[in-house]
């Protein structure tokens, strides 16, 4: 069982950043890959990064490659989603998710175990 708590979510100014967390609580973090996803208001859960165990390897959805950046420290039970150059279609609750470690890179959100209950992010024009 793997509990996830996001925090950092907020308000920020378009092309500004912002970082998020996910703790995790559990001895078994390191037996999963973390995955952020978005959801905004009337639209569907969509991915937006992922890292395997290790965090040797990562992906993205190609609207946040190239501005978003995922990490984790194992030593921490912590995962990170550093956003920069923020855009107003970049407001939704954010929520990161844990997937077993044979799935890779997991982009479908069915795969997903374990769910955090997610952080506000709003970017204002």
């Known amino acids: 069982q793997v509990q996830l708590v996001e925090s950092g979510g907020g308000v920020v100014q378009a092309g500004g950043s912002l970082r998020l967390s996910c703790a995790a609580s559990?001895?078994?973090?390191?037996?999963?890959?973390v995955g952020w996803f978005r959801q905004a208001p009337g639209t569907e859960r969509e991915f937006v990064a992922a890292i395997v165990w290790d965090g040797t390897s990562t992906g993205y959805a190609d609207s946040v490659k190239g501005r978003f950046t995922i990490s984790r420290d194992n030593a921490k039970n912590t995962a990170y989603l550093q956003m920069s150059s923020l855009k107003y279609e970049d407001t939704a609750i954010y929520y990161c998710?844990?997937?077993?470690?044979?799935?890779?890179?997991?982009?479908?959100?069915?795969?997903?175990?374990?769910w955090g209950q997610g952080t506000q992010v709003t970017v204002s024009s």
């Open positions: 998710a844990a997937v077993p470690m044979v799935y890779g890179i997991a982009k479908i959100d069915a795969r997903y175990d374990f």
């Open positions: 559990g001895p078994t973090f390191r037996a999963y890959g």
